[in-house]
């Protein structure tokens, strides 16, 4: 157990629509990236958040949006939801965001949209 | 920019003998790599890093990774592979050229050990 917590386990729905997936970071660490890893792409960086401040920008959509809160819990949003989009989300946390530390994963939100 | 490339998409090892998971990078300046693990329907662990120092580091589960400069390489190596190391592994390294710090991740290479 990494200590990262990642709410739904399993998400359903439609095209056109919009989710919101959670993530806690481990105690301690302030810093939370997003991932998203499907068959055809493989592992892509979405998004970096460090203190609640915006650090890197990866392979994120305009219909995704991300924040991390005040408690250091992060948020993804997706909207417009497109069968593409179909995958399964990762969040990780590290200390800080140096590069130099390893990052400590979630076990993952899978997302299938219908 | 940044990048790793895991040369093979599979490797097939017998349970006992040792393994190698190739990883070849291509950095501007310093190299920070890293191994990270993902078992069926987990999310990815951490193994090892390399940031400076000894060629040679050492890893969780007896892993261990040999950083070669000239040639560009962080091999993941083991001396003698268990049934329970077939998972897929991923090589990665930082990109600190876009303002932020960044991992990058190759494409991952599945580890199949047989008994």
């Known amino acids: 157990d990494s200590g990262v917590t990642q709410t739904p386990k399993h998400l359903i729905t439609a095209t056109g629509q919009r989710v919101t997936l959670r993530c806690s970071p481990r105690?301690?660490?302030?810093?939370v990236y997003w991932y998203q890893q499907s068959l055809d792409q493989g592992l892509q960086f979405l998004i970096q958040y460090y203190n609640g401040e915006e650090r890197a920008k990866g392979n994120i959509l305009e219909r995704f949006s991300a924040q991390q809160f005040p408690d250091l819990h992060s948020e993804l949003n997706l909207s417009s939801l497109e069968l593409g989009d179909s995958a399964l989300y990762f969040c990780?946390?590290?200390?800080?965001?140096?590069?130099?530390?390893?990052?400590?994963f979630g076990p993952g939100t899978r997302l299938t949209v219908l | 920019a940044q990048s790793v490339a895991q040369p093979e998409d599979q490797v097939n090892v017998a349970e006992g003998n040792p393994l190698t998971v190739k990883c070849t990078y291509s950095v501007s300046g310093n190299p920070y790599l890293f191994w990270y693990v993902q078992y069926p329907n987990r999310g990815l662990q951490f193994l090892l890093k390399y940031i400076t120092g000894d060629n040679l580091v050492k890893g969780s589960y007896g892993f261990e990774a040999e950083f070669n400069k000239s040639q560009t390489s962080f091999h993941l190596k083991k001396p003698s592979a268990l049934v329970s190391d077939s998972a897929l592994y991923f090589c990665a390294v930082r990109d600190d050229n876009t303002g932020g710090f960044k991992t990058i991740f190759g494409a991952g290479t599945r580890l199949f050990v047989k008994a």
């Open positions: 990780a946390s590290s200390v800080v965001p140096t590069g130099y530390n390893e990052q400590f």
């Open positions: 105690s301690g660490d302030l810093s």
